[in-house]
């Protein structure tokens, strides 16, 4: 064949290519068929319905989460969420009210953080203790932690950092007679 000047050069390249070895021809078969169920897309309905659909699709999840409402606690009102036959438990560390149900093993009757479940764990969590001495009785003031030093204060803040990012903030504590 007489490639001359004026042949484009896409039209020189498809008419120099061997389309006698396997890999070109298969590459060829591939791209025109590509080409065609783009170009010309199937149009039948298929005969069976998908096994996802078949009880019906609905976008909505088969149960709803509960939903938690911001409120405000007072030490009074947080200890009945201590995990105690089921329930849900909450914990709150310098005012922030969590929602840490999800990590009952941890923070349910049982679990390492137990004792704080229900309670202000400002103090406990700042010095890294689980002592019962770290918890203000529900009955008296909230506790300022105006004694800590300022590590103690640093490791409290990444606490709540930690808990923010994992838990629900569901409410925040103030003192028993402001609400």
């Known amino acids: 064949m007489n490639l001359n000047n004026t042949t484009t050069p896409l039209l020189k ?45 609905s976008w909505m999840p088969k149960a709803h989460p509960p939903t938690v409402l911001f409120k405000t606690y007072t030490p009074r009102t947080l200890e009945p969420f201590s995990g105690k036959d089921g329930g849900r438990i909450l914990l709150a560390i310098n005012g922030i009210v969590f929602d840490v149900t ?45 004694d800590l030093r300022s590590d103690e204060v640093e490791n409290m803040k990444g606490w709540i950092d930690h808990f923010s990012n994992k838990y629900i903030i569901c409410g925040k504590l103030v003192e028993n007679d402001a609400v």
Do not use: C, H, W
């Open 13 to 57: 390249m498809a008419l120099t290519l061997d389309f006698g070895t396997p890999v070109n021809t298969s590459l060829l078969i591939y791209i025109l068929y590509s080409v065609q169920r783009i170009v010309f897309p199937s149009t039948s309905t298929p005969s069976t319905v998908p096994t996802e659909f078949k009880d019906s699709y």
């Open 102 to 146: 999800s990590g009952k093993s941890f923070y349910g009757p049982n679990g390492m953080y137990g004792n704080f479940a229900g309670r202000d764990a400002s103090r406990g969590m700042a010095k890294q203790s689980f002592d019962l001495e770290m918890l203000t009785p529900v009955d008296q003031p909230l506790d300022k932690l105006e």
